[in-house]
Protein backbone atom coordinates (compact mmCIF):
# COMPACT_ATOMS: atom_id res chain seq x y z
CA UNK A 1 0.00 0.00 0.00
CA UNK A 2 1.13 3.87 -0.81
CA UNK A 3 1.24 4.82 2.66
CA UNK A 4 2.36 8.61 3.16
CA UNK A 5 1.37 9.48 6.29
CA UNK A 6 3.96 9.35 8.78
CA UNK A 7 4.50 12.02 11.37
CA UNK A 8 7.70 13.53 10.33
CA UNK A 9 7.00 13.51 6.61
CA UNK A 10 5.51 16.72 5.91
CA UNK A 11 5.03 19.35 3.41
CA UNK A 12 7.62 22.49 3.59
CA UNK A 13 6.33 26.05 3.75
CA UNK A 14 6.35 28.57 0.91
CA UNK A 15 9.62 30.34 2.54
CA UNK A 16 11.44 27.19 2.93
CA UNK A 17 10.65 25.92 -0.66
CA UNK A 18 11.94 29.33 -2.06
CA UNK A 19 15.14 29.50 0.16
CA UNK A 20 15.78 25.64 -1.08
CA UNK A 21 15.42 26.94 -4.54
CA UNK A 22 17.38 30.19 -3.93
CA UNK A 23 20.25 28.20 -2.61
CA UNK A 24 20.37 25.24 -5.19
CA UNK A 25 20.57 28.14 -7.74
CA UNK A 26 23.30 29.79 -6.00
CA UNK A 27 25.45 27.18 -5.96
CA UNK A 28 25.94 27.16 -9.08
CA UNK A 29 26.83 30.76 -9.48
CA UNK A 30 29.31 30.20 -6.46
CA UNK A 31 30.48 27.64 -8.69
CA UNK A 32 30.96 29.24 -11.77
CA UNK A 33 32.35 32.48 -9.97
CA UNK A 34 34.85 30.67 -8.47
CA UNK A 35 36.01 29.15 -11.84
CA UNK A 36 35.55 25.85 -10.28
CA UNK A 37 34.31 22.63 -11.65
CA UNK A 38 30.74 21.32 -11.08
CA UNK A 39 28.39 24.04 -12.14
CA UNK A 40 26.88 21.57 -14.69
CA UNK A 41 26.43 19.08 -11.92
CA UNK A 42 24.90 21.42 -10.14
CA UNK A 43 22.86 22.80 -12.40
CA UNK A 44 21.14 19.45 -12.72
CA UNK A 45 20.66 19.24 -9.23
CA UNK A 46 18.46 22.04 -8.92
CA UNK A 47 16.76 21.38 -12.23
CA UNK A 48 16.21 17.80 -10.44
CA UNK A 49 14.57 19.14 -7.43
CA UNK A 50 12.40 21.55 -9.26
CA UNK A 51 10.90 18.50 -11.71
CA UNK A 52 10.46 16.45 -8.63
CA UNK A 53 8.33 19.21 -7.03
CA UNK A 54 6.49 20.41 -10.15
CA UNK A 55 5.27 17.09 -10.84
CA UNK A 56 4.82 15.74 -7.29
CA UNK A 57 7.50 13.02 -8.14
CA UNK A 58 8.78 10.20 -6.24
CA UNK A 59 12.81 10.04 -6.11
CA UNK A 60 12.71 7.09 -8.21
CA UNK A 61 10.34 8.48 -10.92
CA UNK A 62 12.47 11.81 -10.97
CA UNK A 63 15.67 9.42 -11.71
CA UNK A 64 14.37 7.11 -14.04
CA UNK A 65 12.99 10.02 -16.35
CA UNK A 66 14.00 10.24 -19.85
CA UNK A 67 14.39 13.16 -22.42
CA UNK A 68 11.09 10.60 -24.20
CA UNK A 69 9.12 11.06 -21.45
CA UNK A 70 9.09 14.65 -21.31
CA UNK A 71 5.40 15.35 -23.74
CA UNK A 72 3.62 18.28 -24.76
CA UNK A 73 -0.15 18.80 -23.58
CA UNK A 74 -2.39 19.44 -26.55
CA UNK A 75 -4.93 21.09 -24.06
CA UNK A 76 -1.67 23.51 -23.21
CA UNK A 77 0.54 24.50 -25.66
CA UNK A 78 1.66 27.53 -24.33
CA UNK A 79 4.02 24.64 -21.91
CA UNK A 80 5.31 23.21 -25.75
CA UNK A 81 7.25 20.10 -25.12
CA UNK A 82 6.94 20.40 -21.73
CA UNK A 83 3.25 19.88 -21.15
CA UNK A 84 3.30 16.31 -19.39
CA UNK A 85 5.65 14.22 -18.07
CA UNK A 86 5.40 10.37 -18.39
CA UNK A 87 6.16 8.86 -14.65
CA UNK A 88 6.78 5.35 -15.81
CA UNK A 89 8.43 4.05 -12.18
CA UNK A 90 5.53 4.68 -10.05
CA UNK A 91 5.12 2.84 -6.73
CA UNK A 92 2.34 0.29 -7.28
CA UNK A 93 0.35 -2.42 -5.24
CA UNK A 94 2.38 -5.36 -3.87
CA UNK A 95 3.44 -7.25 -7.00
CA UNK A 96 2.13 -5.49 -9.60
CA UNK A 97 5.96 -3.66 -10.90
CA UNK A 98 5.76 0.01 -11.76
CA UNK A 99 2.79 2.04 -12.47
CA UNK A 100 2.81 4.52 -15.35
CA UNK A 101 1.37 7.65 -15.06
CA UNK A 102 0.59 11.15 -17.00
CA UNK A 103 1.64 13.58 -14.63
CA UNK A 104 0.41 17.04 -16.27
CA UNK A 105 2.09 20.52 -15.94
CA UNK A 106 -0.45 23.05 -13.67
CA UNK A 107 -0.46 26.79 -14.78
CA UNK A 108 0.96 27.63 -11.86
CA UNK A 109 3.76 25.76 -12.03
CA UNK A 110 4.66 26.29 -15.33
CA UNK A 111 8.10 28.17 -14.81
CA UNK A 112 9.30 24.76 -14.58
CA UNK A 113 9.68 24.42 -18.58
CA UNK A 114 11.80 27.58 -18.40
CA UNK A 115 14.31 25.09 -16.44
CA UNK A 116 14.09 22.08 -18.17
CA UNK A 117 14.68 23.43 -21.82
CA UNK A 118 17.51 24.95 -19.97
CA UNK A 119 18.65 21.81 -19.19
CA UNK A 120 17.81 19.29 -21.95
CA UNK A 121 18.80 22.00 -24.92
CA UNK A 122 21.95 24.08 -23.49
CA UNK A 123 23.15 21.84 -20.73
CA UNK A 124 22.58 18.00 -20.78
CA UNK A 125 24.30 18.02 -24.25
CA UNK A 126 27.65 18.71 -22.66
CA UNK A 127 27.05 15.46 -20.37
CA UNK A 128 26.40 13.49 -23.31
CA UNK A 129 26.06 12.94 -26.69
CA UNK A 130 22.47 10.57 -26.85
CA UNK A 131 20.14 13.32 -28.11
CA UNK A 132 17.67 10.80 -26.28
CA UNK A 133 18.23 8.54 -23.08
CA UNK A 134 18.32 9.51 -19.63
CA UNK A 135 17.15 13.26 -18.61
CA UNK A 136 19.90 13.67 -15.85
CA UNK A 137 23.17 12.07 -16.82
CA UNK A 138 26.33 12.13 -15.09
CA UNK A 139 29.49 13.06 -16.18
CA UNK A 140 30.30 9.48 -16.50
CA UNK A 141 26.81 9.02 -18.52
CA UNK A 142 25.25 7.02 -15.95
CA UNK A 143 22.53 8.41 -14.30
CA UNK A 144 22.31 9.77 -10.74
CA UNK A 145 21.34 8.05 -7.99
CA UNK A 146 18.53 7.69 -5.53
CA UNK A 147 21.30 8.11 -2.75
CA UNK A 148 22.85 10.89 -4.50
CA UNK A 149 19.44 12.78 -4.65
CA UNK A 150 19.39 12.15 -0.90
CA UNK A 151 22.77 13.57 -0.24
CA UNK A 152 22.22 17.04 -2.05
CA UNK A 153 18.69 17.19 -0.50
CA UNK A 154 20.41 16.87 2.65
CA UNK A 155 23.55 19.34 2.02
CA UNK A 156 20.94 22.39 1.23
CA UNK A 157 18.75 21.54 3.62
CA UNK A 158 21.42 21.35 6.16
CA UNK A 159 23.38 24.57 4.56
CA UNK A 160 19.87 26.72 5.77
CA UNK A 161 18.99 25.68 8.99
CA UNK A 162 16.13 23.51 7.80
CA UNK A 163 14.89 20.59 10.28
CA UNK A 164 16.60 17.09 9.74
CA UNK A 165 13.71 15.41 9.32
CA UNK A 166 12.84 17.00 5.86
CA UNK A 167 13.87 14.60 3.08
CA UNK A 168 13.54 14.86 -0.54
CA UNK A 169 9.59 13.42 -0.15
CA UNK A 170 9.28 16.82 1.52
CA UNK A 171 9.18 18.25 -1.78
CA UNK A 172 6.20 15.69 -3.17
CA UNK A 173 4.10 16.59 -0.06
CA UNK A 174 4.47 20.45 -0.77
CA UNK A 175 3.32 19.89 -4.35
CA UNK A 176 0.28 18.05 -2.77
CA UNK A 177 -0.30 20.54 -0.02
CA UNK A 178 -0.21 23.69 -2.62
CA UNK A 179 -2.32 21.70 -5.10
CA UNK A 180 -4.56 21.69 -2.97
CA UNK A 181 -4.42 25.06 -1.39
CA UNK A 182 -5.03 26.41 -4.83
CA UNK A 183 -8.18 24.84 -5.62
CA UNK A 184 -7.63 21.34 -7.74
CA UNK A 185 -10.18 18.69 -6.39
CA UNK A 186 -8.64 15.76 -4.65
CA UNK A 187 -9.34 13.38 -7.64
CA UNK A 188 -7.13 15.25 -9.93
CA UNK A 189 -4.44 15.17 -7.83
CA UNK A 190 -4.55 11.77 -6.95
CA UNK A 191 -4.28 11.08 -10.62
CA UNK A 192 -1.63 13.63 -11.11
CA UNK A 193 0.28 11.75 -7.92
CA UNK A 194 -0.91 8.02 -8.53
CA UNK A 195 -2.16 8.00 -5.08
CA UNK A 196 -4.83 5.37 -5.98
CA UNK A 197 -5.17 1.97 -4.64
CA UNK A 198 -5.71 -0.62 -7.66
CA UNK A 199 -9.98 -0.68 -6.95
CA UNK A 200 -9.49 3.49 -6.83
CA UNK A 201 -7.50 3.64 -9.91
CA UNK A 202 -9.88 1.16 -12.01
CA UNK A 203 -12.81 4.27 -11.14
CA UNK A 204 -10.63 6.65 -12.72
CA UNK A 205 -9.70 4.95 -16.01
CA UNK A 206 -11.81 5.56 -18.24
CA UNK A 207 -11.98 9.04 -17.54
CA UNK A 208 -8.72 10.31 -15.94
CA UNK A 209 -7.08 12.14 -19.20
CA UNK A 210 -9.92 13.76 -20.22
CA UNK A 211 -11.04 14.68 -16.49
CA UNK A 212 -7.08 16.26 -15.57
CA UNK A 213 -6.99 17.88 -19.32
CA UNK A 214 -10.38 19.77 -18.34
CA UNK A 215 -8.92 20.88 -14.68
CA UNK A 216 -5.72 22.11 -16.63
CA UNK A 217 -7.90 23.57 -19.30
CA UNK A 218 -9.92 25.00 -16.15
CA UNK A 219 -6.71 26.67 -14.17
CA UNK A 220 -5.59 28.25 -17.50
CA UNK A 221 -8.28 29.93 -18.23
CA UNK A 222 -8.39 31.02 -14.55
CA UNK A 223 -4.83 32.56 -14.89
CA UNK A 224 -4.03 33.26 -17.87
CA UNK A 225 -8.05 34.90 -18.78
CA UNK A 226 -9.55 32.90 -21.94
CA UNK A 227 -9.41 29.34 -23.53
CA UNK A 228 -5.86 28.67 -23.43
CA UNK A 229 -6.92 25.45 -25.52
CA UNK A 230 -8.25 27.01 -28.15
CA UNK A 231 -7.02 30.76 -28.35
CA UNK A 232 -2.72 29.93 -28.18
Keep these: MDY ?8 LTYDELEQFFTAADARVESILAQGRKGALAALR ?19 GLDVADLRPNGAAPRFGRFGAVEARWGKGTRGS ?32 DEPTGK ?16 LRFATIRDQLGLPSELSVHALRHTY ?30 SVGDDY ?5 TRALSRIYGGNDAHNR
Design 97 to 128: GPRRRSVLTVPELGWVTEGLAQWVDQARPRCT
Design 135 to 150: LWPTERGSRVSLRYID
Design 45 to 63: DAQIFKTIYAYGLRRAEAV
Design 176 to 205: VTNLIEWGYSEKFVQDQVGHAYASTTAIYT
Design 4 to 11: EGRAQRRA
Design 212 to 216: KTRMV
